[in-house]
């Protein structure tokens, strides 16, 4: 069982920028991806970007990686998504999330931390 934390979220003016964390605790795999997600009142939770234990790093696309950053610590179980530039349009929950097993399939969610872009 992994159990996973998010913070960092919070108000912020447009502009502004914020580091969130994800930070990972239980039996965590050698072998798995994390993810950020975000989700908006009345919509599907969307993919921001996923970090493998292998190091390698994805985006859902190239207007999302100019203003996102996800990272992960190297001396503890943390994930981290750096967010710059932020508009109002990115008020969302933002979530964590990671996948382990055989095909990815066992499934892990944090409970998502606020994000409010507000003057």
């Known amino acids: 069982q992994v159990h996973l934390v998010e913070s960092g979220g919070g108000l912020v003016q447009p502009g502004g920028s914020l580091r969130l964390s994800c930070a990972a605790s239980?039996?965590?795999?050698?072998?798995?991806?994390v993810g950020w997600y975000r989700q908006t009142p009345g919509k599907q939770r969307d993919l921001i970007a996923t970090?493998?234990?292998?190091?390698?790093?994805?985006y859902r696309n190239n207007s999302i990686k100019t203003r996102f950053t996800i990272s992960r610590a190297s001396d503890k179980p943390t994930v981290y998504l750096q967010i710059k530039d932020l508009q109002p349009e990115d008020t969302a929950v933002y979530y964590c999330?990671?996948?382990?097993?055989?095909?990815?399939?066992?499934?892990?969610w944090g409970q998502g931390t606020q994000v409010t872009v507000s003057s």
């Open positions: 999330h990671l996948q382990t097993g055989s095909g990815y399939a066992v499934v892990y």
């Open positions: 970090a493998f234990s292998g190091g390698s790093t994805n």
């Open positions: 239980g039996s965590i795999p050698n072998i798995y991806v």
